[in-house]
């Protein structure tokens, strides 16, 4: 049996400047460490793409969010 790590859920996501998450679950961003932008299965009816951002809030918390360029959704992995 397989089972998925760090299973993207929901998140709510405010953003600022740039479409950059401000605020995450409830509390500021103090710092966007790294975004990267994922683009796969372009050739199949179920494209991935979406753009990643390494963060840390202003409570101390480390994060990992993305927005699925294709639904216009916010999720979250590792404690988003």
Sequence with gaps: MSRRLYRP???????????APAVV??????SIREE???EDRWWTARP???RYFEL????????IVFRDLVSGRWY???GA
């Design 76 to 78: 979250g992995q590792r």
């Design 9 to 19: 859920v929901p998140a709510k996501v405010e953003v600022g400047e740039r479409g």
């Design 25 to 30: 679950g409830g509390a500021e961003v103090a």
């Design 56 to 63: 840390t809030t202003a409570d101390g918390a480390d994060r």
């Design 36 to 38: 990267w932008l994922v």
């Design 48 to 50: 991935l793409r979406r």
